[in-house]
């Protein structure tokens, strides 16, 4: 072992306002405060969070990549490596896993992890077969949820021993129940308190299914007799969410309120949540949705069923299966009163997947392998 600060870099494409992004605006600063000489590098562009993650005292670097194996792009990235002594390279995703791999080879770096954060990454044989090559160049690999490292485990044929679990971390301070936001929520809805209200807090795109909720939306709520449902997020299918909410003839029951930045208060706001997506990683919005003491209603998906591993805490249903979805969706609406039951055991799941928990199991993951390929 060495007394002086373990050195790591961080590397990924770029730094928009995303899940994955937001996490290491949030992580870094904090492995800083533990000792870490931590840093980041960008592979393409900077991205809208770069500046909130610098200011934070986080260096970040772009080194703009043509390609995953731009020859210019990659000699940068191994100059950098070793200008900095870097102990520790993690890379976020296949793009920036290939180009990282290959430079920490390269400049003799100890310790390299490749981190996947979703099932199905790989786009055609040629990843596939690119990423095994690598692994016998990195240290371990690094999956969001047990869902996502049996994936890894197979796509890539490694043994157990190399992928490990890090579950995505939230804030649990800033995600709480709290009913002044409640209050506040609903009354920026214009609801009052006898309404229930359920929420979908995700991009309007394919992969979340935001047609398939609706559908069942509207069979629910003719069961329910009663209830509001709220989309919150944005993206391409907004227009077509429009129509279909026009020809169901739901204007007056279901709300599109866009992206938006107070998200702990339409939490608080809902009855319940809503992500039957067909795709998932590990949902940061399930966790900061139970964190606000609220169930989940969600397809068994990703690291899902992981984190509602309880029928107190929400509920489960076959990716796509419609039937399922409006029966679940009923239910919430038509008993407000026992969802806001289960809070205490929403928040108490919740807690299993602090920010706090993720910067530990980090730290120790990145201090066991330094001690154990680390050079001195």
């Given at each position: ?24 605006v ?32 986080v260096?970040?670097?772009l ?10 792009g ?8 070793g ?34 954060h ?19 160049w ?36 800033h ?76 204007g007056?029951?279901?709300r ?21 997506s ?10 900061e ?7 989940v ?12 591993d ?22 919430a ?23 706090d ?20």
């Amino acid at each position: 072992m060495t007394d002086r600060p373990l050195r790591l870099l961080r590397a990924i494409t770029w730094l928009p306002v995303g899940g994955i992004e937001r996490r290491l605006v949030a992580v870094l600063p904090q492995l800083a405060a533990r000792g870490f000489e931590v840093r980041l590098v960008c592979l393409r562009e900077y991205g809208a969070l770069a500046a909130e993650l610098r200011a934070t005292g986080v260096p970040v670097d772009l080194i703009p990549m043509r390609s995953r194996l731009d020859p210019r792009g990659i000699r940068a990235l191994t100059r950098l490596l070793g200008e900095q002594r870097i102990d520790i390279l993690h890379a976020h995703m296949y793009r920036a896993s290939v180009p990282g791999t290959i430079a920490a080879r390269l400049a003799g770096t100890p310790v390299v992890f490749g981190q996947v954060h979703n099932v199905g990454t790989w786009q055609g044989a040629r990843q596939v077969w690119m990423d095994r090559f690598l692994c016998r160049w990195r240290t371990g690999m690094i999956a969001v949820s047990e869902a996502v490292r049996r994936d890894v485990m197979e796509t890539l044929r490694l043994p157990a021993d190399r992928v490990r679990v890090l579950y995505n971390g939230i804030d649990t301070g800033h995600f709480r129940p709290d009913e002044e936001m409640r209050r506040v929520g609903r009354a920026s809805l214009g609801l009052d308190e006898a309404t229930p209200l359920l929420l979908v807090p995700a991009r309007l795109h394919a992969q979340k299914n935001p047609l398939g909720v609706l559908d069942a939306f509207g069979r629910a709520v003719r069961a329910a007799g009663a209830g509001m449902l709220a989309f919150a997020g944005g993206g391409p299918l907004e227009e077509d969410l429009r129509d279909a909410i026009a020809a169901a003839g739901l204007g007056d029951r279901v709300r599109l309120l866009g992206s938006r930045d107070d998200m702990p208060t339409l939490y608080n706001a809902a009855d319940a949540v809503v992500l039957s997506s067909f795709k998932e990683g590990f949902s940061n919005a399930v966790v900061e949705a139970l964190a606000c003491g609220r169930p989940v209603i969600a397809a068994d998906v990703g690291g899902n069923r992981e984190a509602l591993d309880s029928p107190e805490v929400g509920w489960i249903h076959a990716a796509g299966d419609g039937v399922a979805l409006t029966k679940q969706m009923a239910e919430a609406l038509a008993d407000p009163a026992a969802l806001r039951a289960r809070a205490s055991d929403c928040r108490r799941r919740a807690l299993h997947f602090s920010l706090d928990r993720l910067v530990d199991e980090t730290e120790r993951l990145y201090r066991e392998a330094f001690a154990r390929t680390g050079r001195q």
